[in-house]
């Protein structure tokens, strides 16, 4: 099988490389094994959230730099706060023309309501979750925040109780409850199965619609905004915005205990563009090795089809950190699986030694979560201490880096992508 560009992992980062090499007429193969972090991920996309120090991000250009002179290792630091940026921002178009209806800019962070009432400072979030400017009050003043009987994995009460709590809703008279919905009678006959995901499933056909509509006004009891969990609507927000045309009612979806539907709607979005463009999706499948031609990958192979080489003139690897085994380890090295590409982190951290892995304090930043493949500033990866000129890297498999420290896994995914995608097509 040739192609153009074959890309490994079909999370945010290889399918956003895959949609702007195939925009410019590039033939790409993304070879999948699975679920992807999107899927379990808030939809909110963080560039930047916090600086090392803890500090949380408002303006973004300023921090970028500032972030870039604080750790050189950092992908941002490689690709330059400017570039960074004009990749953030090809995003925001991107996603524009996806209809993924984001809202927020690469010039300074947002607040997005959290699961549990907090706000998290954040890039970009889909308009239908509960968001405010700075310190702007939240332009509802009564708040019905509303579960769903028997659904464990959203809490209205401590959501409720959180939420006053900062500066911006404490004019708020905010309110909890449950709603009823008979429809969902059959998955309480097993507490696994009552996940966002099966609800959405359940009640994708409106066959109960108008019942619901008037067991959430009933709920709301006269708010003029509701917090729902984002159960409503599988694939994208048609739902959320029928039940808001119907009810009237200023209604906000909030991110669940993981799966997420925010994130996986996002995912279906980016795959069936990709796939419209003419890209193949090889889902359930999975890299397994490659061969090499001095400084460049010849072919991959993967485990469907281990008689079959796959030749591309260019590779790259999408497959994220441990939570997608793009990374993995074992008792005395962390390593990649697929190229056997050098592995960094942040200083300090030895992939060798399991002792430099971990902090002894659970609540710090631990240092494998930093750990991934080496890389320059085209993003070219590194093996054997030499870069390879026909590999790149792309998103959360890149060392150096800790992005649940810092808020910026979306970001690197995305900017890393765009950039690849540029250094390929200059080719
Ligand atoms: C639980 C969780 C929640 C998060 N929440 C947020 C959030 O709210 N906001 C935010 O900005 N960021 C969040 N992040 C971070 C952000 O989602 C990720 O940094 C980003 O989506 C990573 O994208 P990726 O494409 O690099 O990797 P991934 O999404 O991990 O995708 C990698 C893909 O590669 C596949 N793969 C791996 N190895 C192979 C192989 N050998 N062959 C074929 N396929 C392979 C995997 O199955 C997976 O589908 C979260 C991350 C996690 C884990």
């Known amino acids: 099988m040739n ?78 706060a400017e570039q960074v940026i004009s990749k953030a921002q090809a995003f925001e178009d991107l996603a524009q023309s996806l209809n993924l209806h984001l809202v927020g800019s690469s010039e300074k962070n947002h607040w997005r309501v959290a699961g549990l009432g907090s706000l998290r400072g954040t890039w970009l979030s889909p308009n239908s979750v509960p968001t405010v400017e700075g310190n702007e009050p939240f332009p509802h003043k009564r708040i019905a925040v509303l579960g769903i009987e028997g659904y464990h994995d959203f809490q209205p009460q401590l959501l409720a109780a959180n939420l006053v709590l900062n500066a911006q809703f404490t004019h708020c008279e905010v309110t909890s409850g449950f709603l009823n919905i008979p429809q969902l009678d059959e998955l309480r006959q097993n507490a696994r199965e009552f996940r966002s995901v099966n609800i959405a499933q359940l009640l994708e056909h409106k066959l109960a619609f108008d019942e619901l509509v008037k067991e959430i006004v009933d709920s709301a009891q006269g708010a003029e905004a509701v917090f729902l969990p984002a159960c409503f609507g599988l694939e994208n927000q048609e739902f959320m915005t029928a039940l808001r045309q119907a009810t009237k009612l200023a209604l906000f979806e909030l991110p669940t205990l993981p799966p997420s539907l925010l994130g996986m709607r996002q995912r279906i979005q980016l795959r069936r563009r990709f796939e419209s463009l003419g890209g193949l999706m090889m889902n359930g499948d999975s890299a397994v090795k490659a061969h090499f031609d001095g400084d460049r990958v010849r072919c991959i192979m993967t485990r469907l089809h281990n008689d079959e080489e796959i030749v591309a003139d260019n590779f790259v690897l999408a497959s994220g950190s441990f939570f997608s085994k793009g990374l993995m380890s074992e008792f005395n090295r962390i390593f990649e699986p697929v190229f056997y590409a050098d592995i960094t982190g942040v200083a300090g951290f030895d992939e060798k030694d399991r002792f430099t892995w971990t902090d002894n304090r659970f609540s710090n930043p631990q240092p494998y979560q930093s750990a991934g493949v080496v890389i320059n500033a085209h993003c070219q990866v590194q093996k054997s201490g030499q870069f390879l000129k026909n590999l790149y890297a792309v998103g959360n498999v890149i060392g150096g880096f800790n992005a649940l420290e810092l808020g910026c896994g979306s970001g690197v995914a995305v900017v890393t992508a765009l950039t690849v995608a540029d250094e390929i097509l200059a080719k």
């Open 3 to 80: 192609f153009d560009v074959a890309i490994i992992g079909g999370g945010l980062a290889g399918l956003t490389c895959g949609i702007a090499l195939q925009q410019q007429g590039k033939h790409c193969v993304i070879i999948n094994n699975g679920q992807a972090a999107m899927d379990f991920a808030s939809g909110s996309f963080d560039l930047l959230s916090r600086l090392p120090d803890g500090s949380a991000v408002e303006n973004l250009p300023e921090n970028l730099t500032a972030l870039c002179n604080a750790l050189p290792a950092h992908p941002y630091s490689l690709l330059g």
